[in-house]
């Protein structure tokens, strides 16, 4: 709980750097952690997007103020606890009417390439659509897909595969 | 590096006259599975021109050797055992009329085993090289093949690749695919993390491997342009999976499909004038057909399921795909006009990756059995599954060689990924690419003249 309030008030304060300096939707992400990287330290990027992070020499973030969710193998279905946390991130979406989204989609590591690139579009999308469905407006959410390539974790191991299956939530300046 | 140079490529007459024409005295049943090992010679070629010396001859004995052994028909006999040295030795099977040099002592090549044996002889002439090589039938003791070449000493490499080429072609009545290039993503220079990836091209020997993007993020799907004088890729660069094409030559790239979320998986048609590629509509992906500019053309797909993997049949009338419309990914083959696609794989509720055999009679495909992933084939009309590989880590991203009898594919088997040949009835599997970080997504492409 307390990490989860560190990571609000560093978002917010990420967010508030990263709005200085952005207005396109699709650079947002970049100008904006390359404004705040003068001074910021790891933690500062923690909400940055995974390819920024991954140009940084980081892991693809985890969580931050909206929580990731997760799939199936295979799958871009939405379970019951998926849905519980986008509730929650719908929530915290409506308490922040200005904050964008940008929706990251991700798979494990099995599979076609393209497949997977495929499938993460997909499971971006259930995601946005979910949280459209909940009263997000639409304009204030994009999609990407990475499919395979920025795995939180590099193990073969079904405990890594799960964590890799995810749509992750970046949130953008306004 | 200018493109100039002009082979001249004469079988000798003089000699050849000399012997019965007859070829592939030596015939090797090409999927035999015992046949594997037809022991072959190859000797660093000599040197003529005294005074300036030079790698050139072990070089295109190395290359040779390395093509040979690749093919998987042969077993190239360790340097380390010839007893006749290049500079000390013939090259011809009769003594040679000038220069005193004497026949080739066929002798002291059948006592270490081979039954084959390449020899022959350069002459450097400022940037340029001569090089003439034969393949002798050792216990005939008599010529099967000759041929000159000449141009530049840096395309040793496309000699030498051309003359195994050409010994498979003796020896199998087929020319090999030697003269060829690979391209194929890599993270092997990207820092810490090994996230990023580029495009790399190298030669099938991987002896001149290089860097090709500088996109510094993450590089997908590298295909030929059937002309060989550019790629088509994806790229993360400007925070979209987007299409480029990018010329060997220079690097310069041309953004081809922009389109919002992805433009995946780009492939010339064979007579280069479509791209098949899987575009993305709010989630959902579908191939359509774009012209040369990336104007769209024709939608082939239009359903709710993944459809992506486009893979040209060489006649350019139909595509193989993969989709999970049926509710599991399979392959799938329809016409290049639109229209029903018709299932092709129903073995395995994990077929992906369908790449077209140049013979046209067989697809390559992926198949995810028992939690691990494997190369297959199968006929274009769904009969005969036949599995490449097994038991050896993941193998995945099949892509035909141009003679359409090998397979360049990924596989994790020695621990990162790396690029590995087998031939098409998976009997003959060897390691091309070796270093750091994960090569996947090789792309083959056609003989290079």
Not at chain 2, 38 to 66: E, H, K, W
Not at chain 2, 204 to 232: C, F, H, I, Y
């Amino acid at each position: 709980m307390g990490k989860r309030l560190l990571n609000v008030i560093v978002a917010g304060l990420l967010v508030a750097a990263v709005g200085a300096g952005c207005s396109s939707k699709k650079k947002g992400a970049e100008t904006g952690a390359a404004a705040g990287a003068g001074g910021i330290d790891e933690t500062g990027l923690g909400t940055a997007g995974s390819m920024d992070r991954a140009k940084h020499g980081l892991a693809p973030g985890e969580g931050g103020p909206l929580t990731d969710i997760h799939y199936a193998f295979d799958s871009a279905e939405l379970d019951e606890s998926a849905r519980t946390t986008l509730r929650d991130d719908g929530n915290w979406l409506k308490d922040h009417p200005q904050a964008k989204v940008e929706i990251e989609g991700h798979c494990d590591e099995r599979g076609t390439v393209e497949f997977n690139l495929a499938l993460g579009a997909k499971r971006a999308s259930a995601a946005k659509d979910y949280l459209v469905a909940l009263g997000v407006a639409a304009d204030r959410l994009t999609t990407i897909s990475y499919g395979e390539e920025l795995p939180i974790c590099q193990e073969h191991t079904e405990e890594c595969w799960q964590k890799n299956r995810r749509a992750h939530f970046v949130v953008l300046g306004e | 590096m200018s493109r100039t140079w002009v082979f001249v490529s004469v079988v000798v007459g003089a000699f050849v006259s000399c012997v019965s024409p007859s070829r592939a005295q030596v015939n090797i049943p090409i999927f035999g599975p015992n046949l594997r090992s037809y022991p072959v010679a190859v000797s660093p070629l000599r040197n003529l021109s005294q005074g300036t010396p030079s790698d050139v001859g072990t070089r295109f004995a190395d290359i040779v050797s390395r093509d040979l052994t690749i093919a998987g028909y042969f077993k190239v006999i360790d340097r380390a055992a010839y007893i006749e040295k290049p500079e000390a030795s013939g090259y011809t099977a009769e003594a040679s009329a000038e220069g005193g040099i004497p026949p080739i002592n066929f002798d002291s090549w059948s006592v270490i085993g081979a039954l084959a044996l390449v020899k022959g002889a350069y002459t450097v002439e400022g940037d340029n090289v001569s090089v003439e090589v034969r393949l002798f039938d050792v216990f005939q003791r008599k010529l099967l093949y000759g041929r000159k070449y000449r141009g530049p000493a840096t395309e040793i490499r496309r000699m030498a690749n051309k003359f195994a080429d050409e010994i498979m072609k003796q020896f199998t009545g087929e020319r090999g695919p030697f003269d060829s290039r690979l391209a194929f993503v890599s993270t092997r220079d990207s820092a810490r993390n090994g996230r990023l990836s580029e495009i790399y091209v190298t030669s099938v020997d991987e002896g001149d491997l290089k860097q090709l993007t500088m996109g510094q993020t993450v590089a997908k799907s590298p295909s030929w342009n059937p002309d060989n004088r550019s790629l088509l890729y994806t790229s993360f660069k400007r925070h979209n999976p987007d299409l480029f094409s990018i010329d060997l030559l220079g690097g310069r790239e041309t953004l081809i499909s922009q389109r919002p979320g992805l433009n995946l998986g780009g492939k010339w048609s064979p007579d280069g004038s479509l791209i098949a590629l899987t575009v993305e509509d709010n989630g959902n992906s579908d191939i359509v057909l774009l012209d040369r500019t990336g104007k769209l053309v024709r939608r082939l797909t239009d359903n709710w399921a993944i459809d992506v993997s486009s893979s040209w049949s060489p006649d350019g009338r139909q595509i193989a795909f993969c989709s999970n419309r049926g509710g599991t990914p399979q392959i799938y083959v329809m016409s290049a006009d639109g229209g029903a696609a018709r299932r092709v794989t129903f073995t395995g509720n994990n077929n992906t990756a369908p790449a077209w055999s140049p013979k046209g009679d067989v697809i390559a495909y992926v198949s995810r059995l028992d939690g691990g992933f494997n190369l297959f084939t199968v006929k274009v009309d769904g009969s005969d599954v036949h599995q490449l590989t097994q038991g050896a880590g993941d193998n995945e991203d099949p892509s035909w060689a141009p003679d359409g009898r090998y397979i360049v594919f990924t596989s994790s088997r020695s621990g990162r990924k790396k690029l590995f040949v087998t031939d098409a009835a998976g009997a003959s599997q060897v390691q091309l690419t070796h270093g750091g970080g994960d090569d996947t997504s090789p792309a083959w492409s056609r003989w290079l003249e």
